[in-house]
């Protein structure tokens, strides 16, 4: 039997030509791959600067010290999100407001952000869970009327796309973030072994994440080429030559990827279409806003255990058995003990992430599925009732 895990990269020969040409003939860091993977990013999203960095925390660290985020600023993100889109905040000495999401796209509801927003926020991390772009045109308005930053969390949204006001923006290539953030994880549609970039147009916050990159340091004189300067502590966020190859041979397939967890993801909807107790992402029809194209980076049911009989570990051991991982995404944040020690915050605060996450389960999506798998998962989710 097959054991079918909830994400995996792929590797081709190509990515692994890249790699070996880079160790046998190249830099293995600070090199031309590093500019030249910045670059065709850059020109993916559609944006003037990228940034390639260690990790996605890493480029949520920086993005808030480029945008001068620090002591006695709140940064208000989504409970229904991975640990690093809050950590990040608590890395600059800032502190974490949380605001909820809406049940259908589980996503930062901008109504609710904007009625309990917290006074004292200058960022707002947005963050596109699960692939789906947030309404990032009113998210930044509301940031925006109130002197706050947009920083994007785009880890799961590279490729995606939203329509507003008739025109398709790309998420990492639009208005209405300062800067947005990706992660290369191996679980990410597209990898880099570890790895991340900061996407931006604005060329002074650019400079900036560069320069935090790499320890703070600027060469400041033209005729001293020994010569640098640091007037700020930055970090060794660097990323190596060898993770850029990976990157540029996988940002080639990038859209066959996209297409694949798409394919993959509409079977899973019709398979479950008709089952009272299993409800499939919904996609959502505002009039001004709306996605167009999201990359799929996780596909999340939500499921009424009580309904089945089971609760959600007996459904996952059930399922392993039968060769199908799955994961839970995610522990609303508010509710780690961290949070809950430092803030005071606990359950019952975010009510509907808290009550998203009671139902929410991880199928497998990733490119390198095949389609005996993908039957072998949905029937194994069927049965799950019988
Ligand atoms: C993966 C992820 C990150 C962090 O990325 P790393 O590369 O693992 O550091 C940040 N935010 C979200 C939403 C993520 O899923």
Redesign the pocket.
Known sequence: MNMIPYGQQKIDTADVDAVTDILQNGWLTCGPKVTEFENHLAEYVGTKHVIAVS??????HIALLAAHIGKEDWVVTSPN??L??ANCAEYVGAQVWFSDIDPVSYNLDPVLLEKNWKKGTKAVVA?D?AGRPCNMPEIARIARERGAFIIE?A??AIGSRFVFEDKEYKVGGHPWADLT?F???P??TMTTG???AIATDNDELAERCRVLRSHGMQKTRADEPWYYEMSELGYNYRITDIQCALGLSQLNKLDRFIQKRQEITDRYNKAFADRDWISCPQLFKQSAFKSSRIAWHLYVVQIDFSKIGKNRAEVMSELLKKGVGTQVHYIPVHTQPYYQNKYGYHTGNQPIAESYYEKCLSLPLFSGICEVEVAQVIDAVLELIK
């Open positions: 990790n996605g925390t890493a480029a949520l999100t991975f690093a889109s963050v869970f969390d880890a799961h953030t992660s290369f994880h679980v990410k570890e790895g991340g």
